[in-house]
């Protein structure tokens, strides 16, 4: 077999699972150690730089990091790597000393931001150091996009909004406020030197059956009502509330409804529970707040009486197994004083011309490059949930750190698929015979739940903020149950005596010395324990000095608990901190 | 010694033996021993062995006396007993306890120094008498807890650690036990769990003493060009005479040289080693050619490893001694002490 390449930054990435699941690739381990370390401020600035919002990020995000946490594979469930984010938000310093500085002398170009979402944030974030005069226009009056507007704020302090978002702005972001882009083909007119369309999914879904236009007064598009929420428009809603729609906007929904006056809020779904695109923790706070979720009902008609709402009424659903098929049992009237429609959200571009040669596909989206998020028109990238619908924050932040890199490139003359190369280092983490600079040991705890408010309180606020963060007790067990994934355990062939110690000694038997195999497939099965999981690759040694057998490591099932390193009496295998260093604009160029 | 206990983590696909229990079951504190000793493969080896004959932890005493290779009782099956005796005197001691009480797997680990030097006439009798027990020499060469002074193992001409060469004759444990009638004779290397596993599974249930002389390197003095107790040396001189496979099968009898050089032996209990013979005509059931062979292997500057010999139908300890055949300690009192009258009878028998 060919030994691994682990000079190849993508190796060791993939092993740290959180930061390779991350869309804007933070790295997580690092971070925790800092927190871990009572460094908050540090820790928000590892954060900053990879994800720019770390205290949104720390209470909004959809942590595609926790299902990949390698903690969640040997216990059950990950480490709590979103509240941790937040505990280093929440108990930093003052860092704008810290932060990235536009310079006085600028570079000349022009670039317009469309929206003030966190996809042009990340590209004025990332744009305005290098020298480039950065204009955002917004159709609202106040910057954050969905972020504002969607997010309710007793899950989002308006102040955290508030405080990242002047991190980017105050570096001189020129942005126009309630300036609604109306037409593409003006703003290009303008003479920009490149145009970032980061304007979001803003358009709710309307659900048009019998009875939609009857009273619609009470019946409300999730979004836009989130947003009359948001900006003080909205204070009150009916006693009874159905909220049709299982994403984590429904969610927010009810939760909002709940404190508006809603007494008896109902989550409508047609699918069974499984199906839910609701991220699970997000379900389980609407539940807490006595939001009953019923399931297996699709809506067939709203009724009003004399021009008011008065119910809906679904048919029961049967499904088959795969919820693929379903079977109408029975129809069923529910009362309800308003209804709120939370089943999805979609791309709106009237403002684009369809003959500036700006290709649209089939599903109304932009056609879009997933790498460098050029368009098909050149100086035009999009971004965020512009750019391939709905997702989240976090895509939305990566798509403008790869934005930014385009628009540099386009700024300079040079292609957009120029990308800067990521960069790494392995630095040796032995501080003495058996010590590390990390803490190595396995900590048994269990993941730590979030305390919150309670409910009567919470209901009596509009805008308190539910969770209340992890306590220094919490974050001190929470933040030992890290594996430190980016510490990895290094293995040089030419030193091993082949004396087995390092075999014998791991907790998971995730090593074998092992004579060569044919394929991977035979060298997965011939480990100590079957490297059964294909997801997770095999870290491959050159043939060993004494026997020509090579040392294999699933990396599967390694801990990064050191004993390798710790029982190896040549130091053929040592803990090496694995430090990602990924392009961004202007930084590949200076390397 | 390791920064940490060798943590605990639950992972799902842990394999469990017959009686429901894990590898770690098995295992004892964390060693002490310098990293990359011998010792401590011997230990996993032992560990593996126990696990996958799922030998109910508590059913182990662990025997040792003193020195390095003394200290590994302490590292597997934190739930056996054990007898941690004098220098040397392991092989008493063990002797006693297995009279005692036979209801048990006697497990002795001795090294060069214990065994062929302080404690080479306890051996030597241990062998005679056939005691029912696993015999492990750990065996470097050196006196590791005294840095480094050539023990009686160590050949003629390997070097220590800072260059003067050894002019003593070595004691060879195998061609010792050999000579003298031991029934179940193996020698292997630390470095070789493929073999030295199976080995121990079929010493720990033969009828007798089994020894096993494991050569397993001293990484701190004697794992150096000019050493022939290294993991290099030992890999390049190695001559795997035979490739074990223990079998854990129901009543098997011993079976001739097949024609596919494989040799089944039945062990006392049941179950089963095959042997897989490099020569094809090599016979571990014949003492003569296994000692011919030993010393010629040796005169080639070869160290053969392997279940060297093997010999169920030899009398052990019990049946020689008519021990009895319940422990000791399971007699009802009146019949362990069956009081002055009877003592008074039986030695009127000698009148």
Same mark, same amino acid.
């Not at chain 1, 879904?205 to 900006?231: M, Q, T």
């Not at chain 2, 020894?211 to 990484?219: G, K, T």
């Given at each position: 077999m060919q030994a691994t390449d682990i000079g190849d930054p993508e190796y060791f990435h993939r092993v740290v699972e959180c930061q390779w699941a991350c869309p804007a690739h933070t790295n997580v381990p690092e971070y925790i150690r800092l927190i871990a370390q009572g460094r908050y401020s540090d820790a928000y600035m590892v954060n900053r730089e990879s994800n720019v919002f770390p205290g949104i990020l720390g209470r909004t995000c959809d942590r595609p990091c926790e299902p990949a946490c390698r903690r969640e594979r040997v216990d059950g469930s990950p480490v709590a790597i979103c509240r941790l984010k937040r505990v280093a938000s929440d108990l930093r310093d003052d860092i704008t000393d810290q932060l990235p500085k536009a310079p006085e002398e600028k570079n000349g170009k022009r670039v317009a931001c469309i929206g003030t979402g966190p996809a042009s944030l990340a590209v004025a974030n990332d744009l305005m150091p290098l020298g480039y005069h950065v204009t955002i226009f917004e159709a609202a009056s106040e910057p954050g996009g969905l972020m504002r507007t969607s997010i309710p704020s007793f899950r989002l302090p308006a102040q955290v909004l508030e405080d990242e978002i002047g991190y980017i702005v105050d570096m001189g972001v020129e942005v126009h406020y309630d300036s609604p882009v109306t037409s593409l083909g003006t703003l290009l007119g303008d003479g920009y030197d490149a145009v970032f369309i980061g304007s979001g999914a803003p358009r709710g879904?309307? $659900?048009?059956?019998?009875? =939609?236009?009857?009273?619609?007064?009470?019946?409300?598009?999730? $979004?836009?009502? $989130?947003?009359?929420?948001?900006?003080?428009?909205?204070?009150?809603?009916?006693?009874?509330?159905l909220v049709i729609g299982v994403g984590n906007t429904a969610m927010d929904c009810c939760r909002t409804a709940r404190r508006l006056g809603g007494g008896d809020v109902k989550i409508m779904a047609r699918r069974p529970r499984q199906y839910f695109k609701a991220s699970p923790w997000e379900l389980e706070d609407a539940e807490e707040e006595q939001v009953e979720i019923v399931v297996n009902h699709a809506p067939r008609r709203f009724v009003t009486e004399n021009g008011r709402l008065v119910g809906m009424e679904f048919d029961v659903l049967e499904w088959d197994e795969q919820a693929r098929h379903s079977r109408k049992l029975d129809t069923v009237f529910l009362p309800c004083d308003d209804v709120i429609l939370a089943i999805g959200q979609e791309n709106a571009f009237p403002w684009v011309e369809r003959d500036l040669g700006l290709e649209f596909t089939d599903e109304g989206l932009p056609v879009v490059d997933a790498v460098t998020m050029q368009t098909t028109l050149a100086g035009v990238f999009v971004g965020g949930d512009a750019a391939? /619908?709905?997702?989240?924050?976090?895509?939305?932040?990566?798509?403008?750190?790869?934005?930014?890199?385009?628009?540099?490139?386009?700024? =300079?003359?040079i292609p957009a698929d120029d990308r800067p190369s990521a960069q790494m280092s392995l630095t040796s983490q032995k501080m003495g015979l058996t010590e590390w600079s990390y803490s190595n040991d396995y900590n048994p705890s269990a993941r730590q739940q979030m305390a919150h408010v309670?409910?009567?309180?919470r209901f009596q606020e509009l805008?308190?903020?539910?969770? $209340? /963060?992890?306590?220094?007790?919490?974050?001190?067990?929470e933040v030992q149950r890290c594996l430190n994934c980016d510490v990895q355990p290094v293995f040089r062939a030419p030193l091993c005596i082949e004396c087995d110690a390092c075999i014998d000694i791991c907790p998971v038997a995730c090593l074998t010395i092992t004579r060569d195999a044919e394929s991977e497939s035979e060298l997965r099965s011939m480990l100590t324990v079957a490297a059964d999981n294909l997801e997770e690759p095999l870290y491959i040694s050159e043939p060993l000095a004494q026997t020509g057998r090579i040392m294999v490591k699933d990396e599967d099932l390694c801990v990064h608990c050191g004993l390798c390193a710790e029982r190896c009496p040549t130091a053929a295998w040592n803990m090496e901190k694995f430090d990602l260093r990924l392009g961004r604009a202007g930084i590949g160029a200076l390397l | 010694m390791p920064s940490i206990k060798k943590?605990?983590?639950?992972?799902?696909?842990?394999?469990?033996?017959?009686?429901?229990?894990?590898?770690?079951?098995?295992? +004892?504190?964390?060693?002490?021993?310098?990293?990359?000793?011998?010792?401590?493969?011997?230990?996993?080896?032992?560990?593996?062995?126990?696990?996958?004959?799922?030998?109910?932890p508590h059913k182990v005493v662990k025997m040792s006396g003193i020195g390095c290779s003394s200290k590994t009782t302490a590292y597997f099956d934190s739930a056996a007993h054990g007898f941690n005796s004098a220098h040397g005197r392991m092989a008493p001691i063990a002797t006693g306890a297995n009279a005692a009480n036979r209801d048990a797997l006697y497990i002795g680990i001795s090294g060069d120094g214990d065994s062929l030097s302080i404690g080479a006439g306890h051996m030597v009798h241990a062998i005679r008498r056939n005691v029912h027990m696993v015999y492990v020499i750990e065996n470097n060469g050196v006196y590791g807890l005294t840095k480094g002074q050539f023990s009686a193992s160590a050949d003629i001409g390997s070097a220590a650690k800072h260059g003067e060469a050894n002019t003593v004759a070595p004691v060879d444990p195998v061609m010792l036990a050999l000579s003298l009638g031991a029934s179940f004779v193996a020698r292997s290397f630390s470095g070789d769990k493929e073999q030295l596993v199976p080995i121990l599974k079929a010493a720990a249930q033969?009828?007798?003493?089994?020894?096993?002389?494991?050569?397993?390197?001293?990484?701190?003095?004697?794992?150096?060009?000019?050493?022939?107790?290294?993991?290099?040396?030992?890999?390049?001189?190695? #001559?795997?005479?035979?490739?074990?496979?223990?079998?854990?099968?129901?009543?098997?009898?011993?079976?001739?040289?097949?024609?596919?050089?494989?040799?089944?032996?039945?062990?006392?209990?049941? +179950?089963?080693?095959?042997?897989?013979?490099?020569?094809?005509?090599?016979?571990?059931?014949?003492?003569?050619?296994?000692?011919?062979?030993?010393?010629?292997?040796?005169?080639? +500057?070869?160290?053969?490893?392997?279940l060297l010999f093997v010999d169920e139908s030899i009398p052990d300890v019990h049946e020689l001694?008519?021990?009895?055949?319940?422990?000791?300690?399971? #007699?009802?009192?009146?019949?362990?002490?069956?009081?002055?009258?009877?003592?008074?009878?039986?030695?009127?028998?000698?009148?």
């Open positions: 879904k309307d $659900l048009e059956i019998e009875g =939609r236009h009857d009273d619609p007064a009470h019946v409300h598009i999730g $979004l836009d009502w $989130l947003k009359s929420v948001a900006f003080g428009h909205i204070s009150s809603i009916g006693e009874r509330v391939f /619908g709905p997702k989240n924050i976090i895509w939305a932040v990566a798509h403008g750190h790869e934005a930014a890199i385009s628009i540099d490139n386009h700024c =300079r003359g309670d409910l009567t309180k805008r308190l903020e539910v969770e $209340l /963060g992890f306590s220094a007790e919490q974050t001190m067990r | 943590p605990l983590i639950p992972l799902a696909a842990m394999p469990k033996n017959d009686i429901g229990l894990t590898i770690r079951d098995y295992e +004892g504190s964390m060693s002490t021993l310098c990293a990359g000793c011998g010792h401590d493969s011997v230990t996993a080896a032992i560990v593996r062995a126990l696990f996958e004959l799922s030998i109910p033969h009828r007798g003493l089994a020894l096993i002389d494991v050569i397993s390197p001293c990484v701190q003095f004697n794992n150096h060009y000019g050493s022939t107790k290294s993991y290099r040396y030992v890999r390049e001189h190695e #001559l795997r005479e035979i490739e074990p496979d223990f079998i854990s099968t129901g009543r098997e009898i011993v079976a001739d040289l097949p024609h596919d050089g494989a040799l089944m032996v039945a062990m006392h209990d049941g +179950g089963l080693v095959r042997f897989r013979t490099l020569p094809a005509d090599y016979d571990p059931t014949d003492r003569e050619a296994a000692m011919h062979y030993v010393n010629q292997a040796h005169a080639r +500057g070869e160290i053969p490893t392997g001694n008519h021990t009895s055949e319940s422990p000791l300690v399971e #007699l009802p009192f009146e019949e362990l002490c069956p009081g002055s009258a009877e003592l008074e009878d039986f030695q009127k028998s000698f009148v």
